[in-house]
């Protein structure tokens, strides 16, 4: 959370100082005028605009199979940043910024998931897949976020849905070696789909 706060906060403030050119100011001029970040108290939760958290769980078997269907649905753990406004102050004598406030609205995001799972062999292999499908709350973000092209794009949020999965596979040798692959992406913690990212997982050993 901590870094997610700190790169955050670099790129809007990198965002900030790109909206100074709007004064025709050179950029050493630019990265000389002191940028503030302020966070605004956080909005408290509305449980009864959204509901509460829960999840819902079916499971079955087909074949070699166990198959599951989830529903979840809550708030994010994290504060995220719904909106931000640079405020300038102007400078009486030369009608220059000589500092910009920046402040930042940082609100719990809601968001609803409905995943399909499956665990099972293929002749002695272990094999396992998750297949996601994530609706974050409509209109939660601002668009100047999502259109800003001074953010770089892992911090243009929006409410975009997206997808999310894995695949992994896993197997003993008879001699007693043992390995695991696992394809990723996106991570639950990357909660919008300009943070997602894709893993892949690789590990090994051997029993003696």
């Not at 609803?112 to 409509?138: C, D, F, M, N, R």
């Not at 070696?177 to 992406?185: D, I, L, P, R």
Request: hydrophobic share 35%; aromatic share 16%.
């Amino acid at each position: 959370q901590n870094v997610y706060r700190t790169t955050a906060n670099e790129a809007i403030t990198n965002s900030a100082q790109q909206e100074l050119k709007a004064y025709g100011l050179s950029d050493q001029m630019i990265a000389s005028i002191p940028v503030n970040v302020l966070t605004t108290d956080p909005e408290p939760i509305d449980y009864g605009q959204d509901g509460p958290g829960l999840m819902l769980k079916t499971v079955g078997n087909f074949y070699n199979f166990d198959l599951g269907l989830n529903y979840q649905r809550g708030y994010v753990p994290t504060r995220l940043i719904a909106d931000y406004a640079v405020v300038p102050e102007i400078d009486d004598g030369t009608g220059t910024p000589k500092q910009v406030t920046v402040y930042l609205n940082e609100k719990y995001l809601f968001m609803q998931k409905i995943g399909l799972t499956a665990t099972g062999t293929v002749g002695e292999a272990s094999v396992w897949s998750e297949l996601t499908y994530t609706l974050p709350k409509e209109g939660f973000f601002a668009s100047d976020l999502a259109d800003n092209s001074a953010l770089p794009e892992a911090y243009r949020f929006s409410d975009e849905k997206y997808f999310t999965g894995l695949f992994g596979a896993d197997y003993f040798f008879k001699k007693g070696t043992y390995v695991n692959a696992q394809f990723v992406y996106g991570f639950p913690w990357e909660y919008t789909k300009s943070m997602l990212n894709s893993y892949l997982t690789f590990d090994a050993y051997r029993f003696f």
